[in-house]
């Protein structure tokens, strides 16, 4: 599931190690989308499957199958989660370069000619 979402690429393209991969490679709506998908997998698992069933002459415990299946969606849905935070994080971070760069621009006053028309850029 989550390969589906995760990089989307052309045949040819070369894919990039995450730590050179920017979070905008990840569609912030699929993202949500599989988060959404997961907790409702979460919550079904907890109504559709019993504690208990009986087979024959034989009463089945599903508790451990079922508390397992619920923790694989849990822990999907936190990577999602943190997939989502590290999206977030990365854009206010470049926000703020470019805030800072711009600053940095305004806080000294041109000399030349030149200068003004690379601030006025």
């Known amino acids: 599931m989550i390969a589906e979402i995760s990089h989307f690429k052309d045949e040819d393209e070369k894919v990039l ?45 599903c508790r451990n199958v079922k508390n397992k299946f619920k923790d694989k969606h849990k822990n999907v849905a936190e990577k999602l989660k943190n997939m989502v935070y590290m999206i977030i994080k990365w854009n206010n971070n470049e926000v703020r370069k470019f805030k800072d760069k711009i600053m940095k621009s305004l806080s000294h006053l041109p000399t030349e000619i030149r200068e003004l028309n690379e601030l006025r850029k």
Not at 27 to 52: A, F, K, T, V
């Open 17 to 61: 190690p995450d730590e050179e991969r920017t979070p905008l490679a990840y569609n912030m709506q699929d993202i949500r989308n599989q988060l959404e998908e997961q907790m409702q997998m979460h919550n079904s698992l907890e109504q559709g499957i019993p504690d208990y069933t009986k087979v024959g002459m034989y009463l089945v415990n």
